[in-house]
């Protein structure tokens, strides 16, 4: 039981340049989630997905898009890559533990710098 | 005023301290609530749920209180270990299938032997 996974760890692009996040779990969550961590700014969430087939924009959706491919997977991509975009990213996934409880488990992050 | 406000820190406490922190929100009607843990460079972690009766995990008390929004936490007998930074998180989504997060900012826990 591996959680929740990303890939890359690390990834350094160039302005303009393109990518994708990729984020599976495998504790069968229907939610998951995009966030992105600055210093001094906190966790902010990018855009979510509450269930299969559905996705939201968060706080800070300007300049991303996103793919829930299935109940597993939520792919986070970035068109024109921007200095502002660098920062690192986290993909959570999140169940229903209590009767108005949803915990949010946390992937190890993919460290990106935009040059 | 943020939406979930915390004193950054950073608390220095040596090893078997109590060491204690707070936090507020500013929507009444937030549902549930956190507290997360995250080491340097590294993703959050859940440390526990708190319940509006307050509630225990070995070392580890929260407590909740509705009426003033704020949330606690009351480490025991402090480690070396728990050295790390606690993020205070609510849902103000209420209770609906998915929950969306509202993060403090952290405040820094430094213990030193």
């Known amino acids: 039981n591996a959680g929740v996974t990303q890939t890359p760890k690390f990834q350094v692009l160039k302005t303009g340049q393109s990518m994708t996040l990729q984020c599976a779990q495998d504790?069968?969550?229907?939610?998951m989630y995009w966030y992105r961590q600055d210093p001094g700014m906190g966790l902010r969430l990018i855009y979510y997905?509450?269930?299969?087939?559905?996705?939201d924009k968060g706080e800070v959706p300007n300049g991303y898009n996103v793919s829930r491919l299935n109940k597993r997977e939520f792919s986070l991509r970035l068109e024109s890559a921007a200095p502002s975009q660098t920062s690192v990213y986290f993909c959570?996934?999140?169940?229903?533990?209590?009767?108005?409880?949803?915990?949010?488990?946390f992937g190890p992050g993919t460290r990106l710098t935009v040059t | 005023r943020k939406e979930v406000e915390q004193d950054p820190g950073p608390f220095n406490v040596p090893e078997g301290a109590t060491v204690a922190f707070n936090c507020t929100y500013s929507?009444?009607?937030?549902?549930?609530f956190f507290w997360y843990r995250q080491d340097c460079r590294k993703e959050p972690k859940l440390l526990m749920s708190?319940?509006?009766s307050g509630n225990e995990d070995g070392r580890f008390t929260a407590q909740l209180n509705r009426a003033s929004q704020y949330i606690s936490l009351l480490i025991r007998d402090s480690k070396l270990s728990d050295s790390a930074t606690y993020l205070c998180?609510?849902?103000?989504?209420?209770?609906?299938?998915?929950?969306?997060?509202?993060f403090g900012q952290g405040t820094i826990l430094t213990v030193h032997p």
């Open positions: 504790m069968n969550h229907n939610s």
């Open positions: 997905s509450a269930s299969e087939g559905t996705t």
């Open positions: 929507n009444s009607a937030s549902q549930s």
């Open positions: 959570a996934s999140s169940g229903k533990t209590g009767t108005n409880t949803y915990e949010q488990y």
């Open positions: 708190v319940y509006s």
């Open positions: 998180v609510v849902n103000m989504a209420g209770g609906t299938s998915y929950g969306k997060l509202t």
